[in-house]
């Protein structure tokens, strides 16, 4: 090989190595195309993260309004959630395989106000 040869050789060689080195440090670097990446994603499943919270923020500020303003849902909501009823309602219950046959489970009637107690 004569010099000349040589010496594009070791150019193209050293060439090269910049090339591969620069190449990997734009990929795998502290601010990389992989990190960006990343950055990416992370953002896509916050912004989806903020979406749902915006939804469920609503949804509160719309019960809360029906509350404010619905007697009707109200009272659903008590019988539902507080488990409570109306004066002189009779409440049947059923025996559940998995609960032990009690009294409160066959059934009670209550009558006037609620206090809480079942």
């Known amino acids: 090989m004569s010099a000349g040869k040589r010496k594009f050789l ?3 060689i050293a060439l090269f190595c910049v090339i591969c080195f620069v190449v990997a440090w734009l990929a795998f ?3 990389g195309f992989i990190h960006l990446y990343r950055v990416g994603k992370e953002r896509q499943a916050c912004e ?7 939804e469920e923020n609503q949804a509160l500020f719309d019960e809360i309004q029906r509350l404010r303003t619905d007697p009707g849902y109200v009272e659903q909501v008590a019988r539902k959630e507080l488990g409570l009823v109306r004066e002189d309602e009779i409440i049947y219950r059923f025996k559940n395989d998995k609960e032990p046959d009690t009294a409160t489970n066959q059934g009670t009637r209550r009558r006037g106000k609620q206090d809480g107690n079942k």
């Open 10 to 12: 070791r150019t193209s």
């Open 29 to 31: 670097g502290r601010h």
């Open 48 to 54: 989806q993260r903020i979406k749902k919270l915006i």
